[in-house]
T-cell receptor, first 113, second 108 residues
């Protein structure tokens, strides 16, 4: 059973398009995250939700909009994609919003051409 | 991450010990974590240490924590080729923050 699953695994799209990445966790966790990993492997937090409520919103262009329809899902929608958005996006979840380990999805490699 | 710093690269001979270092600026986290990322995969928790401990041993892994110096290290004994990966230290103080990751390369 996959604990944190994200789809799609690969996404190649043209500049200016709008795309979504979906994430689901079956662990019963309260907190979910989106991270961006750049080509240098730096992991930067983008958003975090706790029980469907946005609790962390780092400096991210407003072209990026997270949506959490329920506690088990956190989707990421990106409008007007740019070349610099190319990266690997990881979804993660943790039992609580602090002091607990996070479980990661396999990542979505987004390539904007 | 700006709150957590690591050296970026480590090359080690198979069978030797690897030591990966991490410093953090400020943390009231109860736990500090080490994650491993293999090529093309997500991050997996390797081990963690409770913040009031100095040391934790888990098979080939030893975690040392110096709270006064805000320094965390991970020692891998008898390093194997399967240990080649990126290792991230992390804290979860309402924001799960990661270091930049240390790429460990194991050479024969």
């Amino acid at each position: 059973d996959t604990a944190v699953s994200q789809t799609p695994k690969y996404l190649v799209t043209q500049m200016g398009n709008d795309k979504s990445i979906k994430c689901e966790q079956n662990l019963g966790h309260d907190t979910m995250y989106w991270y961006k990993q750049d080509s240098k492997k730096f992991l930067k937090i983008m958003f975090s939700y706790n029980n469907k409520e946005l609790i962390i919103n780092e400096t991210v262009p407003n072209r990026f909009s997270p949506k959490s329809p329920d506690k088990a899902h956190l989707n990421l929608h990106i409008n007007s994609l740019e070349l610099g958005d190319s990266a690997v996006y990881f979804c993660a979840s943790s039992l609580r919003r602090r002091d607990t380990e996070a479980f990661f999805g396999q990542g979505t490699r987004l390539t904007v051409v | 991450g700006e709150d957590v710093e690591q050296s970026l690269f480590l090359s080690v001979r198979e069978g030797d010990s690897s030591v990966i270092n991490c410093t953090y600026t400020d943390s009231s986290s109860t736990y500090l974590y080490w994650y491993k990322q293999e090529p093309g995969a997500g991050l997996q928790l390797l081990t963690y240490i409770f913040s009031n401990m100095d040391m934790k041993q888990d098979q080939r892994l030893t975690v040392l924590l110096n709270k006064k110096d805000k320094h965390l290290s991970l020692r891998i004994a008898d390093t194997q080729t399967g240990d080649s990966a990126i290792y991230f230290c992390a804290e979860n103080d309402y924001k799960l923050s990661f270091g930049a990751g240390t790429t460990v390369t194991v050479r024969a």
